[in-house]
């Protein structure tokens, strides 16, 4: 078994985000639209959202980490941070400690910077990206940990290319209501050196779904197509169940992975801009 498979926050926070970037550019403009210009958005600075993952091995489901999300705001942009760990009581299998920063434009929230430094068993890797939207074009600055010698590459993008942390708070200011089950959208995220042009397929509207220590929710239901690698296999089928409010917040991610399956169930909620009208108890 690889340190990426057994790792379970490790994929959380590039993965399940940018599987939840159901729709962003690539699509023609007239064929989805977002709900909020400017700083009308389904968020605010302050909002937090934090996550409880759980890992599934041989029919025992472990408690393994939290994820937390962060909403701050810099002048004229957003800043965005995500920050995920591994319980002391899983670490004897498996340490996570991964930092995501994404400083966005506020009207296109596309982003600007980024940052991320990952800590995973053995592994670690300290990254920087700007991205150059004008010019279709990123520069990357890689290293083991912050403050070693980095190395710098520059790479061509399309137009209007997300980063997998702003791709969720883009997510969130699209209109769903007018789209069939089944619709499917095209999306792109830039991560590890790469493009990635990815799909996601919209599967309806849920009722009464059934989330741990929350209650229970009208849903809407999506699923993300992935990266297939060490941590999904070709028939990884990712299902998102997102609050069906003016919030659109994710409550409930499932996956089956290379090694068990993985949930992340919403734990807490801070500061939200709207009402939690999809709550139903």
């Not at 074009?137 to 061509?156: F, L, N, Q």
């Not at 919030?247 to 996956?255: D, F, H, S, V």
């Amino acid at each position: 078994m690889t340190n990426k498979m057994k790792s379970t926050l490790a994929f959380f926070v590039p993965f399940l985000w940018s599987g939840l970037a159901f729709a962003q550019a690539a699509m023609p403009a007239a064929s989805f639209s977002a709900k909020g210009n400017g700083n009308n958005y389904a968020f605010q600075p302050g909002e937090r959202l934090t996550y409880r993952v759980y890992y599934n091995w041989n029919f025992v489901w472990l408690a393994a980490g939290e994820v937390t999300f962060e909403v701050n705001e810099d002048d004229r942009q957003y800043h965005f941070r995500a920050v995920g760990s591994t319980y002391e009581s899983y670490e004897w299998f498996y340490q996570v400690h991964d930092v995501y920063n994404s400083w966005t434009d506020k009207n296109t929230l596309l982003p600007r910077y980024s940052e991320r430094s990952v800590h995973e068993g053995n592994y670690r890797i300290f990254e920087r990206i700007q991205f150059d939207q004008s010019n279709r074009k990123t520069t990357v600055w890689r290293a083991t940990k912050r403050g070693d010698p980095e190395t710098r590459t520059e790479h061509g993008v399309q137009e209007r290319v997300f980063d997998v942390l702003s791709s969720l708070y883009y997510l969130r200011t699209l209109d769903f209501s007018d789209k069939a089950a089944g619709a499917e959208h095209p999306f792109r995220i830039f991560m590890d050196q790469e493009e990635y042009p990815l799909r996601m397929r919209y599967l309806g509207k849920e009722k009464n779904t059934k989330i741990r220590g929350l209650g229970r929710f009208n849903t809407m239901k999506f699923q993300p197509q992935v990266v297939v690698g060490n941590i999904f296999k070709d028939d990884s089928k990712m299902t998102v169940w997102v609050s069906d409010d003016e919030n659109r917040i994710p409550l409930l991610l499932e996956t089956p992975i290379a090694v068990g399956s993985v949930k992340m169930v919403l734990k807490e909620h801070k500061n939200l801009k709207y009402p939690l009208s999809s709550k139903k108890d």
